[in-house]
């Protein structure tokens, strides 16, 4: 079964497994996954299931559209311009059937 990954600062992790179609932010969200907010319910609207995707996964990524680019500008935590990706837009398929990310310290301005 396809599984996503989620790193969090203390050390702990948490393993999910997803069905095709399932995005990180929706997996985190529906399994209780602290640290991913999806405040805007997938719509790439929020940036707050901002996730820092780890290097070996960054080669099976989807293109990143304009407005993700655009949300990724005003994320709480600092952005990586190669790792920073809104959880939403990507969804496990048959290209992408593992992902780890890291999840920010915070998804929301103080």
Do not use: W
């Amino acid at each position: 079964m396809p599984a996503i990954t989620f790193h969090h600062e203390n050390g702990t992790t948490d393993l999910i497994e997803a069905v095709a179609g399932t995005s990180v932010m929706r997996a985190a969200v529906t399994n209780g996954v602290d640290g991913i907010v999806g405040e805007c319910g997938g719509q790439a609207m929020c940036a707050t299931c901002h996730v820092y995707v780890r290097e070996e996964y960054l080669d099976r990524l989807p293109t990143m559209s304009d407005d993700e680019e655009e949300m990724l500008e005003v994320t709480a935590s600092p952005r990586d311009e190669e790792r920073s990706r809104l959880g939403c837009q990507l969804k496990i398929t048959s290209t992408l059937t593992e992902i780890a990310v890291d999840v920010p310290v915070t998804q929301v301005h103080p």
